[in-house]
C-alpha cells in the first residue's frame, strides 16, 4: 500500500472522516487511536533523555495505541557529521552527505527501540530504506513521493509493536540511494507517516510546550496559543517561528493531518496539550491577529538611481532566480531625477554576499549608480486569519510602531499577515509593540 | 549474480585459474587488476586520515585497476556507539545494536567517496544493504551468506568507479534488518567480497607493514614475513597476533583469496608489499617455526579433588558449552589419594566469572573440594607447518623454557602449533626465548 503524497492528496485521516468532526483536544482519547510521535534533537540528546521520550511513548502504547515515533538525530550529532563531509570537500556530492548524515537518526532510532524494549514494550526501529519512505532525488532537500506504511501497520497488527523510525531520510527508489529531506525534515517525516499509516494524529513533541503568541524570550507573558489554523502555522514558520519546519505544515495543511506542538519535557505521566495545528473551521473564536514572528536572517539591498525603463527589473532579479536566491520585499522608490529609480529588495542574509557579487558583475547592464546593501535589519510580520474580514489592520501598525519612532524600510502584505523590515536594534520594542497593539497580552 | 560463500565453495580467483600459478609478490601488476583494499578504524580515524587512504586508493585506481574499498568506522566510534547501547539497556536486542553501530561504518564510506570525488576519481558509497552483502540472523556476530557483486562490477564497468563499501555489516535477508559481523568484521567483509566480485587480491591496510614473527614491541628484531600460509595465519590470529580477524583467514583460505597484509601508513607512492597470506605450495622455504604469538586473555581454573569417575567431565563442560563459554586447554592430574583427580582447564578471561559461577552453582553435581582461579596468566605459541614434518619442535621449547625458570602450568599442541600457559610476568621472557630457538632473529 503506498501512499502517494501529491497536491491534494487524501489519505490521512480526512479520508477516514475523522478532520471534519469537532476535534477533542484532550490528549488520552477515549478510544484505542493510532498515532505518530515525533522527537526532536534536544529531546534525545543523550540516553537518559531517549529514556524520557520513551516514558511518552509508554503512556500512549500502555492507553492501547498504536504508536509509531519519528526521531531526529541526538542534537550536535548532525553539525558533527555536516562538519566532517565538508571538512572531506567544500563542495561534495550530496548523495554521499545524505549517506553520512542520514546515520545520525540511524542511532537514534536503534538506541529508542533498545530503551522501550528495556521498559517491556514491542519496539523496532525501521529507517528510511526499510519503511520505506520514498523520496525524488534531489539529494540534501529530498521531498517525499511516497510511503508505504503497510509493513508497519502490520507490525501494529500482528504483533502490537511500537514502530520506530529514523526521521529525516528516505530512499531514492530508482537509485536505491539514501536520502535526506534537508534541515527540521523530521517534522515532515512524521506528517507524511502519519498520513501514510492513516494515524489519527501526529504530535511534535519539541523543546517548548506549544505555538506561542511570540518568542517569550522577548515577551514573557506571550500566551501558548491553544489553537492555530494550518494557514497561520504555515506563515509563522515562513515568518520565522522555528518550532515547526515550512514544509510539514503545507503536507500537515494538504493531507489534513492533525498535528499537536508539544513538549518532551513535560511528565511524561501528566503532560499538556500543547498547541493544536488544524483546520480554519475548528478553530471557534479568531483573533484578529494570532502571532507575531521575526526573522533576523535577511538582508537588504539598495540599488541607487537605476534606469526607469522596461526590462530593469528582469535584469535584476532574473539573475537571482537562476542562482537559487529568494528575493522577498521589493520597493520601488522613483527618485528625485524622475528618469532613475531606486529599487530595494531584500534576500536572506546567507545569500547576501552572493547577490551582491551578481548585481555587481551586471552593473551594466542593469545600469545603477550605487549599490548599498544592510544586513542589520529584521523583518517583523503579524500573521492572523481574521486580517481577511478585519480592515486597516496594517495601518494600524504602522502607526503604532511610527509612535515608537521606529522607521519602517520595507512592507510586505498578504491575505493573513504583513510584515515590516526595520532596523534589529528596534526588533525588541517593535514585537512587543504589535504583540500588545492586537491584545496578545491579555489572557484568553 | 549471488555468490553464495559455502564452505569448500571456489567463486574466487581460484575458479578463475589464478591461484594455483606461482605468485608474483610485485604490488603494481603488469596487467590491468581487479582488488579489493581495506582499511582500519586507525586508517580512517579522521578526514586527515581519510584523504591518506584515499591516495593509497589513487594510485590503483590510477594504475588502470578496478577498485572496491572497504572501510571501518573511524577509531572510537563503534565503542561510542557501543557504549550508548550498554547505557540504553545492559542487554539490549542484537538487531538493534546492529542498526545503532552499524552507522560507523556508513560515515567512513560516505566520506572516502566525498574525498575521491575530491580527487577527480569517480566513486560512490555502498552500504551492507546497499550492494548486498547478505547474512544469516545471527545479529551481531552475523556470518556473511552471500553477496551479490553484479552491481559494483556493472559500475566498475559502466563508470570506471571505485566502490567505497561499508565493512562489518550486512542485511539479514528475510527480515531486511541491518545485521553485523562482529568485531573485526570488515577485514571479513573484504574478504567475501574479493571473491564475490572475482578480485585478483585483498589488500588488508593496518597500522602495521605486515605480519611479524613476533610482536616487535616485545622483541624488537622480529621479522616481517614476506609469505605466511593461511594455515599458519588462521592459527596466529587465533593465538593471539591481532593483525587479522580469525573469520577472515578462514575464508581467505576456503576461498583461495590472495591476501596482503600492508600499511597504511607507508608513503602512498611508494608503499611496501606488505605479507602475503597464501597456499602453502606457494611458499619456497618453510621455516620450522613461522612465528610466536602470545595472548593474555587467557583464565585458569582448577578443580581440585574432583570425584574420579565417568561423568564428572560432561559434568564440567557440558554446562560451559551451554553458556557459549570456549574451553581451551584441558589438564587431568591424578591426586594423592587415587580416588579423586584434579582438573585444570583455561577459558577466555572475559567469560572467567561467569565460568566460576556455574561452577559453584554446580558443585554437588561435580562434587570437588576447592575450586581456584588465576587471570596472571598467559598463553604463548609457536606455529609453523614445518612442525608436520620435524618431530621434538615442542620438546625443545619445554627444555628452553625450563632453563630459563619459567614454570608451564599447561600445554597444548596441534599439528602445526604448540601453545604453553605460563605466568603472566614470565610472558616476555618467554616470547624471546622462542623467538630465538627457532632461530626467528635472523635475517631471512
Given at each position: 500500500m503506498y501512499t502517494r503524497l501529491l497536491p491534494g492528496g487524501h489519505s490521512g485521516p480526512a479520508a477516514r472522516g475523522i478532520a471534519k468532526v469537532p476535534i477533542d483536544i484532550e490528549v488520552a482519547d477515549p478510544v484505542m487511536a493510532r498515532l505518530v510521535m515525533k522527537f526532536g534533537g534536544t529531546s534525545v540528546a543523550n540516553v537518559d533523555r531517549i529514556r524520557n521520550v520513551a516514558r511518552h511513548v509508554k503512556r500512549e502504547a500502555d492507553a492501547g495505541h498504536d504508536v509509531a515515533v519519528v526521531v531526529s538525530a541526538m542534537s550536535g550529532k548532525t553539525n558533527e557529521l555536516v562538519g566532517w563531509c565538508r571538512e572531506a570537500a567544500p563542495l561534495h556530492d550530496a548523495r554521499e552527505y545524505d549517506a553520512v548524515v542520514a546515520s545520525g537518526e540511524q542511532v537514534t532510532a536503534g538506541l529508542l527501540a533498545i530503551v522501550l524494549q528495556e521498559m517491556g514494550i514491542q519496539a523496532r526501529s525501521w529507517m528510511g530504506w526499510q519503511v520505506p519512505i520514498l523520496t525524488d532525488g534531489a539529494h540534501g532537500v529530498a521531498r517525499i513521493t511516497g510511503i508505504d506504511g503497510s509493513g508497519i501497520i502490520r507490525h501494529f497488527e500482528e504483533r502490537k509493536e511500537v514502530a520506530v523510525v529514523a526521521g529525516f531520510q528516505g530512499m531514492h527508489e530508482p537509485t536505491r540511494r539514501i536520502s535526506t529531506l534537508g534541515r527540521g525534515g523530521s517534522d515532515t517525516s512524521a506528517v507524511a507517516l502519519t498520513a501514510a499509516i492513516g494515524a489519527d494524529r501526529c504530535d511534535i513533541y519539541t523543546d517548548v510546550d506549544g505555538v506561542y503568541t511570540t518568542d517569550p524570550r522577548i515577551v514573557p507573558h506571550a500566551r501558548r496559543l491553544d489553537r492555530v489554523s494550518f494557514e497561520e502555522m504555515l506563515e509563522l514558520a515562513s515568518l520565522g517561528a522555528k518550532v515547526l519546519q515550512v514544509r510539514s505544515v503545507e503536507l500537515a495543511m494538504t493531507q489534513k493531518v492533525r498535528t499537536f506542538v508539544r513538549s518532551s519535557?513535560?511528565?511524561?505521566?501528566d503532560p499538556k496539550p500543547g498547541t493544536l495545528i488544524c483546520d480554519e473551521e475548528d478553530i471557534l473564536e479568531n483573533n484578529v491577529i494570532t502571532g507575531i514572528a521575526y526573522s533576523k536572517d535577511e538582508a537588504q539591498i539598495t540599488l541607487r538611481r537605476v534606469a526607469d525603463k522596461p526590462g530593469v527589473a528582469a535584469a535584476i532579479f532574473v539573475p537571482m532566480a537562476e542562482a537559487n536566491i529568494n528575493v522577498d520585499m521589493i520597493i520601488q522608490v522613483v527618485s528625485d531625477d524622475t528618469t532613475t529609480t531606486d529599487i530595494t529588495f531584500t534576500v536572506g542574509s546567507a545569500d547576501f554576499e552572493r547577490a551582491k557579487a551578481i548585481l555587481e558583475s551586471s552593473r551594466d547592464k542593469i545600469g545603477f549608480a550605487t549599490l548599498e546593501g544592510a544586513t542589520d535589519v529584521v523583518k517583523v510580520s503579524a500573521i492572523g486569519i481574521g486580517m481577511r474580514s478585519h480592515a486597516g489592520v496594517a495601518a494600524r501598525a504602522f502607526q503604532a510602531l511610527a509612535e515608537k519612532g521606529i522607521n519602517i524600510r520595507a512592507i510586505t502584505t498578504s491575505e493573513i499577515k504583513f510584515s515590516v523590515l526595520i532596523d534589529s536594534a528596534y526588533t525588541e520594542l517593535a514585537v512587543r509593540t504589535l504583540h500588545s497593539l492586537y491584545g496578545l497580552d491579555k489572557p484568553q
Open positions: 519535557f513535560d511528565d511524561p505521566l
